[in-house]
């Protein structure tokens, strides 16, 4: 069976402290690996897709790497407003059909 | 940019009675979802349809049904609501062209079954 594992399940930041959060998958056939950001109360926010080995995305403090079996984001220097539930989804074998990690709630304090 | 919306961002509801969720999309997407969220186990896949008057199973569609007349238009359906759909309903949709598209979320719906 497909599975999306994410880690760590909650992180703490200082403001200006980088770290990564880690999500692993194990599927039979990977179309793409996405992420998104979802704040309290709110849908989720797309913010990268992967295709393939070794492709990283970058978009302002965030930057989105993959290997055969993972994939990390990096958050360089973040600010509070980083602060949010980061979301992994895979796209594997099922058309169109998304299976989602649990989620890695990120809190960046001042 | 994609405008994904919901019907309601808040519902309480009581047991046994009829439940429609709605979700409309302006970006002319073919392919509507239906996922429900619930703390410690992530977003889980209702139903979904890659046209109109069409629909498919997710992983867990007991106790709903979908309906999608129109393109833009996907309702979720609780036939008799139960305590235990108590959730956060979201709707998404994305284009054709098979794998690597992204899905678009809606704000949500926060469901309460009393």
């Known amino acids: 069976e497909d599975q999306v594992t994410q880690s760590p399940e909650a992180l703490r930041l200082q403001e200006g402290e980088s770290s990564s959060l880690n999500c692993s998958y194990t599927?039979?056939?990977?179309?793409?690996l996405f992420w998104y950001r979802q704040d309290p109360g709110k849908g989720p926010e797309f913010l990268f897709t992967?295709?393939?080995a070794g492709e990283e995305k970058e978009k302002e403090r965030l930057k989105a790497t993959l290997t055969k079996k993972e994939s990390f984001l990096h958050i360089t220097a973040p600010k509070p407003e980083d602060s949010a539930t980061y979301l992994c989804?895979?796209?594997?074998?099922?058309?169109?059909?998304?299976?989602f990690g649990a989620g890695t709630q990120v809190v960046v304090t001042p | 940019d994609v405008k994904v919306t919901q019907s309601s961002r808040y519902l309480v509801k009581r047991t046994g009675e009829k439940v429609f969720l709605e979700c409309v999309q302006d970006?002319?997407?073919?392919?509507m979802f239906w996922y429900r969220q619930d703390p410690g186990l992530g977003l889980r896949l209702i139903y979904f349809?890659?046209?109109?008057?069409?629909?498919e199973k997710g992983d867990i569609p007991e106790g709903y049904s979908v309906s999608r007349e129109k393109k833009e238009r996907f309702s979720l359906i609780l036939e008799s609501a139960s305590t235990n759909q108590t959730s956060m309903y979201l709707c998404?949709?994305?284009?054709?062209?098979?794998?690597?598209?992204?899905?678009?979320f809606g704000p949500g719906t926060r469901l309460t079954v009393l």
């Open positions: 998404a949709s994305s284009a054709p062209g098979g794998p690597f598209v992204a899905q678009y």
């Open positions: 599927v039979s056939g990977l179309r793409g």
């Open positions: 992967l295709y393939s």
């Open positions: 989804a895979v796209d594997a074998d099922s058309w169109g059909k998304l299976q």
């Open positions: 970006m002319d997407h073919e392919n």
């Open positions: 349809s890659y046209d109109v008057k069409m629909k």
